[in-house]
Antibody
């Protein structure tokens, strides 16, 4: 069965960095686009970033451009989110999510990880 | 990109139907059929209910249906059940490879 497991979260001071990982299993990871979606405590969902199935294209929400980098290692079935210059407003549960469309990216998130909490605080 | 507009809360009795609206703009909901809906129970990850405006993934009951007219998408839940009590989010493509969610709607089953 499809599984996505995030790791790497925790408490970090403003301005510091953190790298999240999302390990995939149960499907052909290299055939699917992957996304990061976050949810601040008590708030709604916010799309953060996407990476094409082959890593050739990456896009971000404006608020993280230049600070966050999404990447993937298809040989390790792992998705990453490198987060630099973290701000208190980045505090959220971060989910990795698979795009439903094989070989495409339509923003239909059919499988989600359990989420990992990132807290940015001094 | 502003969040899509959803009602904060809706409610209904078991067996009834409820509809949740999701209003965007001509640049997102009105421009593309890349609209999806998600159900989220407290402390859990979201679950895909509807994609491509009105398609259901396998395993999602046909009590859940989606539609779109102009800049407004809608999710209808018929035959309400206690387990439908959850938060619901719509999501739309915004162009230039970006996506935006609605603010979320809390469904209470009376």
């Amino acid at each position: 069965q499809v599984q996505l497991v995030e790791s790497g979260g925790g408490v970090v001071q403003p301005g510091r960095s953190l790298r999240l990982s999302c390990t995939a299993s149960g499907f052909s990871f290299s055939s699917y686009g992957m996304h990061w979606v976050r949810q601040a405590p008590g708030k709604g969902l916010e799309w953060v970033a996407v990476i094409w199935y082959d890593g050739t294209n990456r896009y971000y929400i404006d608020s993280v451009k230049g600070r966050f980098t999404i990447s993937r290692d298809n040989s390790k079935n792992t998705l990453y989110l490198q987060m630099n210059s973290l701000r208190p407003e980045d505090t959220a549960v971060y989910y990795c999510a698979r795009d439903l469309t094989v070989g495409g990216t339509n923003g239909w998130f059919d499988y989600w990880g359990q989420g990992i909490l990132v807290t940015v605080s001094s | 990109q502003s969040a899509l507009t959803q009602p904060r809360s809706v409610s209904g009795s078991p067996g009834q139907s409820v509809t949740i609206s999701c209003t965007g703009s001509a640049s997102d909901v009105g421009a593309y059929n890349y609209v999806s809906w998600y159900q989220q129970h407290p402390g859990k990850a979201p679950k895909l209910l509807i994609y491509d405006v009105n398609k259901r993934p396998s395993g999602v009951p046909d009590r859940f249906s989606g539609s779109k007219s102009g800049i407004t998408a809608s999710l209808t839940i018929s035959g309400l059940q206690a387990e439908d009590e959850a938060d619901y989010y719509c999501c739309s493509y915004t162009g230039s490879f970006g996506w935006v969610f609605g603010g979320g709607t809390t469904l209470t089953v009376l």
